[in-house]
């Protein structure tokens, strides 16, 4: 099983460069998410779907896109990265709504903006 | 929406030792509690969570305790092992959808 996968790992990026960072799970969840995390800051919400076709924003959704297409991949996109961009990046998905319903996070993408 | 803070920002003890880990939140609708270990290069795995309707939630050496009028929750670790260091994280889920997390506390365990 292998969970919630990101690519890539590691990226450099230009200002103004676009990418798509790939979060894909197999375990048939409803509800993706996208955080980034800061030094001293935690993680915060970027955006999340509830289901195929369903996003919304999160905490800081601004320079960031998503759409879910399918139920197991859910793309973040950097139209044109900026240096404030500079993050580590994780997705997260559980099963549905429910109210005790556990996270499972990918293994990060540590994204650099120079 | 909510706001989550959370101390202290580091934590170092002796193996054996117990660690205590705080946290506070703002809105009284936040009604779910997760806790989780992040360990290097990794991402967060939760290790134990509680809902607003218990007090207090025990999973062999790791509990937690909410307290709802004060709006604060803890993370207590006994006898810890130096494999529990890490970075641990608390967070508060306001509405089913979104999750708000502290700034973490980095555990270092002492052999």
């Known amino acids: 099983n292998a969970g919630v996968t990101q690519t890539p790992k590691f990226q450099v990026l230009k200002t103004g460069q676009s990418m798509t960072l790939q979060c894909a799970q197999d375990?048939?969840?409803?509800?993706m998410s996208w955080y980034r995390q800061d030094p001293g800051m935690g993680l915060r919400l970027i955006h999340y779907s509830v289901g195929a076709g369903i996003t919304d924003q999160g905490e800081v959704p601004n320079g960031y896109n998503v759409s879910r297409s399918t139920t197991e991949d859910f793309p973040l996109r950097l139209l044109s990265a900026a240096p404030s961009q500079t993050s580590v990046y994780f997705c997260a998905s559980r099963p549905d709504r429910g109210e005790n319903t556990e996270a499972f996070f990918g293994q990060g993408t540590r994204l650099t903006v120079v | 929406g909510e706001n989550v803070e959370q101390h202290p920002s580091t934590l170092s003890v002796q193996e054996g030792d117990s660690a205590v880990i705080k946290c506070t939140y703002s809105?009284?609708?936040?009604?779910?509690f997760p806790w989780y270990k992040q360990e290097l290069g990794k991402g967060p795995q939760l290790i134990i969570d509680?809902?607003?309707?218990?007090g207090e939630k025990k999973d062999q050496r790791i509990a937690v305790t909410l307290n709802k009028t004060a709006k604060h929750f803890s993370l207590h670790i006994t006898e810890t092992q130096p494999e529990d260091s890490a970075v641990y994280f608390c967070a508060a889920r306001y509405n089913f959808n979104k999750f708000y997390f502290g700034s973490g506390t980095k555990l270092n365990v002492k052999p």
């Open positions: 375990m048939n969840h409803e509800y």
């Open positions: 809105d009284s609708a936040s009604n779910y």
């Open positions: 509680i809902r607003s309707n218990v």
